[in-house]
Each structure stands twice: as structure tokens, then as C-alpha cells.
């Protein structure tokens, strides 16, 4: 069975400064690897996703993800935030049949002024 | 494109009823899942259809939860007999998969969910 791990549950970042939050993931093959952003009682937004290919993804709002399978990880980065990114990311794997998504507990981000 | 989209936003119920959660995918996806999600916790996967039929049912199911997607559109969950325990988030999402050599996900979409509280 896949697993995520995000092992940062808070962060604390300088509105400006760049960021970086972790994922790993556990999966015998090739996954299919999202990041989710959510800010509080709302639904899921997709930052971006891999599927094959080229292992720098680009997303929405300025974040890219690495995939490194020598790793097993996704990290997630953002050369320069903003305050409006605070809100909970979550990292997710889906397997080969591409069937229901294994999400890690998620990463809090909070910006600093 | 207007989205998923799910009803109630919010919904209170007393222990014991029953509720009912209703999803709308977005129209060309063929794939529609269900989602709970607590309060600090990441969602964990319900089930799942493709098109109309129900392909995978997580062992969270209990037999007090049962979901449909009749004619392979729209979706209802719902819960009998209410516990506290039940109370969280309930999203759903929908995706397009083509299938040739491998799956091929071509979007995976959630909805804004609906939050049930059990009194």
C-alpha cells in the first residue's frame, strides 16, 4: 500500500523569502504524485502534479515540485512567497491503477511580515 | 467548466438520523470519488466510481455509508444512523482517466465539501 510523509507540520517563513516543504512517499512503482493547497474550510485547490516525464513540474501560482525517485520524494518550492500562500499543502500519491489519492497529515505555512 | 460541485456546504444533524450529501462532477470526467477529511488530518479515500459503477470501497466504509452515481453523473453519499464520529469534512472530487498503456489522469478536481457536525 502507498504512504505519504510530510514531516514538517508547521513552517515559518519571511513574506519574501524563499520555501521548501518536504513530502516522501511510499510506492513500488511509479506514482502519480500531486500538491494540494487548502486555505481554512475550503475544498482542496491543485498546485500541480506528475505523472512521467520531466522530473521539475510546474504549477499554479509560482510553485514548481521536484520529483527524485532515488529519493522517493516531491518537494514542493516557491522562490519568494507571499502572505496570501498561509494555508495548509498537502502532499498525495495515487498508484498505477490511478484509483484514490494517499494524502500526508499536511504541512501548516505561515508567513511572517 | 463550472467545477464540483456539492450540497449542502453545511450540514447539522442530530445523532441517529440519516443525512445525505450530493456531489456534482465536473461533466466531461468520467471518475468521481469521495473523500472525509478531520480536522487536522489529510482526507482519506472513501470510494470511488467510474462512470456508474463502484469500483473500490475503503475498509473506512462502514455499512452505515453507502454512495451511488446512477446514470454515471452526479453522486449521492449517504450516512445512516449518525454518530459523533462521523462529524468532518466530506469532499468529492472528479477526474478524467484515459486508459491505453496506463492510466492517464487528466485532472483530479475537488469540490469545496460539505462539513457535517453530529449533535
Known amino acids: 500500500a502507498q504512504s505519504v510523509t510530510q514531516p514538517d507540520i508547521h513552517i515559518t517563513v519571511s513574506e519574501g523569502a524563499s520555501l521548501e516543504l518536504r513530502c516522501n512517499y511510499s510506492y513500488g512503482a511509479t506514482p502519480y504524485l500531486f500538491w494540494y493547497v487548502q486555505s481554512p474550510g475550503q475544498g482542496l485547490q491543485l498546485l500541480l502534479k506528475y505523472f512521467s516525464g520531466d522530473t521539475l513540474v510546474q504549477g499554479i501560482k509560482g510553485f514548481e515540485a521536484e520529483f527524485k525517485r532515488s529519493q522517493s520524494s516531491f518537494n514542493l518550492r516557491k522562490p519568494s512567497v507571499h502572505w496570501s500562500d498561509a494555508a495548509e499543502y498537502f502532499c498525495?500519491?495515487?498508484?498505477?491503477?490511478?484509483?484514490?489519492?494517499?494524502f500526508g497529515k499536511g504541512t501548516h505555512l505561515i508567513i511572517q511580515p | 467548466d463550472t467545477g464540483v460541485s456539492q450540497n449542502p456546504r453545511h450540514k447539522i444533524t442530530k445523532r441517529g438520523q440519516n443525512v445525505t450529501f450530493r456531489c456534482d462532477p465536473i461533466?466531461?470526467?468520467?471518475?468521481l470519488y469521495w473523500y472525509r477529511q478531520t480536522l487536522g488530518q489529510g482526507p482519506e479515500f472513501l470510494t470511488y466510481f467510474q462512470n456508474e459503477a463502484q469500483l473500490e470501497k475503503s475498509r473506512l466504509l462502514s455499512d452505515r455509508f453507502s454512495a451511488e452515481r446512477p446514470k454515471g453523473s452526479f453522486s449521492t453519499l449517504e450516512i445512516q444512523r449518525t454518530e459523533q464520529g462521523d462529524s468532518a469534512m466530506y469532499l468529492c472530487?472528479?477526474?478524467?482517466?484515459?486508459?491505453?498503456?496506463?492510466?492517464?489522469?487528466?485532472?483530479?478536481?475537488f469540490g469545496s465539501g460539505t462539513r457535517l457536525t453530529v449533535v
Open positions: 498525495a500519491v495515487a498508484g498505477g491503477g490511478a484509483d484514490g489519492l494517499t
Open positions: 461533466s466531461e470526467h468520467n471518475r
Open positions: 472530487a472528479s477526474s478524467l482517466i484515459g486508459i491505453g498503456q496506463g492510466h492517464h489522469i487528466y485532472g483530479y478536481t
